[in-house]
């Protein structure tokens, strides 16, 4: 399959070789130049495979890999996580099911696709002269996914960038515990804004991608806005639909409502390209935090970044700037690039842009936004663990107290399905603090309460955290970092 670009000055290339590029020379992001579409009941069959089986299948339709290779790497890309499932489905209440996606090495649902990338990364290489130079910037979870998907990964380095008092105490020493001889971390004395914009920059910078070549190196991105990224989220909404369908939770054909707690929009965007491939789905619901900028699109049609940035307990969720949401004003306009290149030269300058009325109900007929600050969050997480007996962490107590609030406010009884994020043990000091009303400075102590109060164990991925000697105590303001990054080369 080819890509072209949301802003439609670069020329086309194979989805491979857009993974190598990360993102389009123009500045716009990488799109499929068509949907495939597959039927429904094609759809149901590769959902009832093992998940490996299934994330190969829907990663043919994208990229020219034969389908024994394709599987080849998604079984290595799944083999280290921890549920056998590797995306388990939980039925939390009538109608309501919640999709786990952080079982992998680093607990959060960018496992699932920076498990796979660095596969798809090393094969795109095999037709290059030049090795891949990964720069990366997180708001906490694609930082230590994405180091440890390249940890060591021949022929490619990669820099991550996180907002140094933006993250968990879980999610910084993830990241600067970090083993491998290819990697860097920085931390940025600013939000993820901050940093993602001058990852963005670096990449336009043609003095800064010339001395990255003459050094034999050329960028690439773990990011979202990297089309890599992006598309094998897409398979875990097909999976989940097919696992309710194959347990006789839904019927075949019957539409379903996705929550997808997000900030960047790209794992939301993941379920709306699922359903452009033939998905039966009624409501994508878009679930923020107090950084509400995306229910306030959705609700105005006026994209507002000029405003107050707010430090949350859901950190990964505090961006302002969500990137992924270029490629679907790509499809609401009609895929005008112009019109795309119009809104986000707004954006760059003026710090907004407003979309037409015939593009706003586009909009309104998919999409329901909704937002939640810090105390009907923990109200979430403790009324959860009370009634159901099911432990969430902060970023996915967002998205079920939107999803409640939807439904009491549109009375639809839509079967949903709610994307559960990250593991309530990366966000244990918060977690424990909903249930409980407990503040516990060490992030340690928090896990083993939390493990003791709901009767499991603190996961091993975070326990030996304690005993790793921290690499990566860089800090640094966001002009600095492509200096640093070519002073590590």
């Known amino acids: 399959m080819y890509l072209i670009s949301t802003r439609g000055k670069s020329k086309k290339m194979l989805a491979l070789d857009a993974v190598l590029q990360g993102i389009a020379e123009d500045g716009g992001l990488f799109v499929p130049e068509i949907f495939p579409k597959v039927p429904l009941e094609t759809l149901l069959e590769w959902g009832r495979t093992p998940y490996a089986e299934c994330a190969a299948r829907v990663l043919c339709c ?49 496992d699932v696709a920076l498990q796979l990338l660095p596969r798809l990364m090393r094969r795109a290489l095999e037709t290059s002269q030049e090795d891949a ?30 907002p140094e008092e933006g993250v968990s105490d879980m999610q910084k020493l993830q990241m600067t515990t970090q083993q491998g001889q290819n990697v860097y971390v920085g931390a940025i004395r600013g939000n993820f804004d901050d940093a993602q914009s001058t990852v963005k920059k670096l990449f336009a910078d043609l003095e800064f991608r010339r001395a990255a070549e003459e050094r034999g190196m050329r ?39 996705f929550v997808v707690p997000t900030g960047n929009f ?34 105005s049609g006026v994209y507002m970044a000029d405003r ?38 707004d954006l760059n300058e003026q710090g907004n842009y407003r979309i037409r009325q015939a593009e706003k109900l586009e909009l309104d007929g998919l999409f329901f936004g909704g937002f939640a600050d810090e105390y009907p969050t923990a109200s979430t997480i403790k009324n959860t663990f009370a009634k159901e007996g ?26 949903t399905i709610l994307a559960a994020t990250a593991s309530p043990f990366k966000f244990p000091q918060d977690v424990l603090h909903a249930i409980t009303r407990e503040r516990q400075a060490d992030a340690f102590a928090a896990a083993e309460e939390l493990a003791r109060i709901a009767g499991g164990e603190v996961p091993e991925a975070l326990t030996k955290l304690k005993k790793q000697p921290v690499r990566f105590t860089d800090s640094l303001d966001k002009q600095d970092m492509g200096a640093r990054i070519l002073e590590n080369l």
């Open 390 to 415: 099911y432990l969430m962490d902060t970023h996915t107590a967002v998205g079920r107290t939107v999803y409640l609030n939807y439904k009491h406010l549109m009375g639809d009884d839509t079967p």
């Open 266 to 299: 790209g794992n939301i965007l993941a379920a709306y390209y699922a359903m452009r491939m033939g998905l039966p789905v009624n409501r994508l619901i878009c679930a923020s935090n107090k950084n509400n900028v995306l229910t306030d699109f959705l609700e």
């Open 308 to 345: 107050e940035f707010y430090k949350t307990t859901s950190p990964s969720m505090d961006i302002l700037i969500s990137s992924n949401l270029e490629r679907l004003l790509f499809e609401i306009v009609g895929r005008d690039s112009d019109r795309v290149r119009q809104y986000m030269g």
């Open 62 to 110: 994208y990229f020219d890999i034969e389908y024994e290779e394709m599987l080849s790497m998604t079984r290595e890309a799944y083999a280290s996580f921890a549920d056998s499932e590797v995306i388990p489905i939980q039925k939390i209440a009538e109608g309501e099911y919640v999709m786990e996606l952080f079982h992998g090495p680093t607990l959060a649902f960018k």
């Open 133 to 162: 130079l990964i720069l990366t910037a997180t708001s906490g979870d694609t930082g230590k996914a994405a180091l440890e998907g390249f940890r060591d990964v021949p022929r490619t380095k990669i820099a991550v960038f996180y």
């Open 219 to 257: 960028l690439s991105s773990a990011n979202s806005i990297n089309f890599g990224r992006l598309a094998p989220q897409i398979a875990y909404y097909i999976y989940s639909y097919g696992r309710l369908v194959a347990a006789r939770e839904i019927e075949a054909g019957q539409k379903v409502n």
